[in-house]
């Protein structure tokens, strides 16, 4: 199985920053790497799939990095609608999730 | 428009079972291959499986085999999952959700709203 790890489990920044959020793979997963946002009481959302292609109707601030087994998702100029938990998930084989980000207001 | 619409919550006691449902529509059912996952209060998401739409194959997780079994019906365009002998540690939210492509592995584009059951005696 391959094991998803993102860090930091928490990370508290300032709207209207930017936040870096980070997922690593215990092998390589190529490029088959999606992010996904979560709200509290809500579905999660696919961001991006392709490591690096964001979904239909994600604004331009949400971008995605990385290859192989090191990646990360960049949100700039941080909304107040931003704040949540963001998951990476690799589709390489089979399907295996991060344990997430909360990512806070400071 | 595209949309997963499942079935209500569930409370259900220990050693019982369980039968989710997932209505599809805004496009073809058959095209597209249906996954399962789950999150324990105030926890990660957990892949519990996959069906095929089309032609009603399935691959389940490890920790799931034995005690967990999708279905579909074409007519309707419902995808079910049905766990059983329940414990506690199932309480969680379940989630059914669409796999974008069927080449290859893909992420999942469209979620269901999420289905809480309960286990409890």
């Known amino acids: 199985e391959i094991v998803m790890t993102q860090s930091p489990a928490t990370l508290s920044v300032s709207p209207g920053e930017r936040a870096t959020l980070s997922c690593r793979a215990s092998q390589s997963v190529n490029t088959n790497l999606a992010w996904y946002q979560q709200k509290p009481g809500q579905a999660p959302r696919l961001l991006i799939y392709g490591a690096s292609t964001r979904a239909s109707g994600i604004p331009a601030r949400f971008s995605g990095g990385g290859s192989g087994t090191e990646f990360t998702l960049t949100i700039n100029s941080l909304q107040s609608e931003d704040f949540a938990v963001y998951y990476c998930q690799q589709y390489r084989k089979v399907y295996t999730f991060g344990q997430g980000t909360k990512l806070e207001i400071k | 428009q595209v949309q997963l619409v499942q079935s209500g919550a569930e409370v259900k006691k220990p050693g019982a079972s369980v039968k989710v449902s997932c209505k599809a529509s805004g496009y073809s059912f058959s095209s597209y291959y249906i996954h399962w996952v789950r999150q324990a209060p105030g926890q990660g998401l957990e892949w519990m499986g996959i069906?095929?739409?089309?032609?009603?194959?399935?691959s389940y997780a490890q920790q799931f085999l034995g005690r967990v079994t999708m279905t579909r019906d074409t007519s309707t365009s419902t995808v079910y999952m049905e766990l059983s002998s329940l414990r506690s540690e199932d309480t969680a939210v379940y989630y059914c959700a669409r796999e974008m492509a069927t080449v290859t592995l893909d992420a999942f584009d469209v979620w269901g709203q999420g289905t809480m059951v309960t286990v409890s005696s």
């Open positions: 069906i095929k739409s089309g032609g009603g194959s399935t």
